[in-house]
């Protein structure tokens, strides 16, 4: 797919220090030796050292020697890295000795290791949550300047040419924020606008802010909602192309969007669509990945100052090595 080998090329291009903190996860691992192999990244495993091996002498993998292995239990920088998060963490009350604690956890020693400028991007979510994943991130990686909440993108790759930017969309929200305000759209438009070129290679974006009404033609303060949040995106980043409300076939189609909308630069065109709330964005993606045979990368987390992805449980080897891709993609966009 031709989207996908572009993410490739880019992340090699430029390689990035993405950690891998479940390293003691069978799919994590081969993900990590296939990465190495192909120069995808250099890669930090955090992971008990004898665990790792197993599974290094069970799969016959033989890249992982590449990457740099953390043993959470026995790291030399644990006191500095105990120090960098008490210190973070200490208006919030955090002693040094929870800090000596939580470092050992791989999900916070991995956010410190960035924090700290030793690594650019972490995948986790083989084994964590969602919730286990971004709560080590906003607390010591924090959000991106400007920007106060987090958001996951969905990276779409339609059969249909016509849609988007030659059937390539980003959509969000998806996966984090229920019932975002006005202001946390706007910063969706802006923060999916920048995952379109960092990750999709979109110079262009363009985002429809969508609703089921299209200028006007419903009244309800949910589209009241989506208004703001245009009015709001549109002030602050004038540079960011967007237009709403839009429902989503003025949005995409041409021919509607000129009926619906006459005059919007978006209408029609749109390569990046933002949802009014997430139950929107995570019921519609998943209709158009299994109505649609659309193929879905994702979520991509976006809004922390540097890339912290999170996966499903139910991942793959493939979801996870082009999810190391895509971090490295962001990483080199955060620099």
Known sequence: MEILDQLIAKARANRQRIVLPEAEEERTIKAADRALADGLADIILIGNPAKVQAHVEAFGLKHIGKATLIDPENNPKAEEYAQLLQKLREKKG????QARQLVKNPLYLGC??????????????AL?????????????????????CVSGAMLLICKEKAYGEDGV???SDVAVTPMPTAEQLAQFAYCTAETAKA?????DPRVAMLSFSTKGSAKHEVVDKV???????????????VDGELQADAALVPSVGEKKAKGSPIAGH???????????????????????GAVAIGPILQGIARPVNDLSRGCSVDDIYYMVAITACQAQAAK
Do not use: F
């Open 94 to 97: 955090m002693t040094i000795e």
């Open 112 to 125: 410190l290791i960035i924090k700290s400028g030793d690594a650019d991007g972490q995948i986790s979510g």
């Open 128 to 148: 964590s949550t969602t919730g286990d994943t971004l709560r080590p991130a906003l607390q010591i990686i924090k959000c991106s300047p400007g920007i106060t």
């Open 169 to 171: 969309l980003v959509m």
């Open 199 to 203: 990750v999709a290679g979109i110079s």
């Open 227 to 241: 208004v703001e949040a245009t009015r709001i995106a549109r002030e602050t980043w004038p540079e960011l192309k």
């Open 270 to 292: 749109a390569n990046v669509l933002i949802a009014p709330c997430l139950e929107v964005g995570n019921i519609g993606y998943k209709l158009v990945q299994r109505l649609g």
